[in-house]
């Protein structure tokens, strides 16, 4: 393999469940958009694994939340869908508020810490879950991607967990900083640098944005939060590859495992809809 990708190959072979995969897992192409809001800083605060773990604020009594969206079209373990729920937080030193979701990657210590991640096959949730600590899940997801907008409609057990629509505008940003998560794994905290490239475009306001919560467990979890009813921040990928490795253990025995939700379903359906023009 020749540049982004050059010397990912022989990987290490790894086993989840009865499948074996290769890392470290390899991201050609994929959708992706994701929204910025403000919660509850005491609240979001108690979500943190440990006490070194600092959420990112906008003010001194609001925190950020984001949720990214990945509908994954070319991968080494196969195309499936993904939403992210997490906290922007740095890691051993206490923030100044906005400003490390401005420099994210520059800032020392910043990375999202993961509070829950629903996929869409068995194979994401068991790799996620056994290397990583990834508190995944598996749930069925429905993407429309359009020359306007994207959108996801996410839902588990046949309850809907939320709906998601984000339009494709805002500053053009080419970016090939790494996305830094903190996962726990057999309670230990466990930090994942995984390689970007990507352009992307920025949206400040919540102008075309449809994001609604369901009844589901997880998004009540999230309505408790004090979650913003409109986000501040949009991002929409124009383009996006990735590499993701396994991670290194930065503290044991963390206090409060992310074990996440478990889900009961043993396969998720993933259907996408594209219209022309993309």
Known sequence: MEGFFARTRPGATKSAGSTTFELPILYFRDDCFALFFTADRARVTQQMPSDRLFPVCATASRAFVGIAVFNYIDTTIGSYGEVAIVVPAVWNRRPLPILPALLEGRYPGFGM??????????VARDAGRSVWGYPKFVADMEF???????????????????????????????????????????????????????????????????FALGSHPVASELAALGISSRPVVTRFFLERSAILAEGEVVARNVARPLNGFSGAQAAGVHTVRYLTGI
């Open 144 to 210: 429309e991607m359009t020359p306007e907008l994207g959108s996801c409609e996410l839902t588990e057990g046949g309850q809907q967990l939320m709906s998601i629509r984000v339009p494709r505008r805002g500053i053009l940003v080419r970016d090939n900083r790494p996305l830094v998560t903190y996962s726990t794994r057999g309670g230990d905290l466990v930090r994942t640098t995984i390689r970007q490239r990507s352009v992307y475009r920025v949206g400040l306001g919540f102008r075309g944005v449809q």
């Open 113 to 122: 810490v993961v509070l829950h991640l629903p996929v869409t096959t068995a």
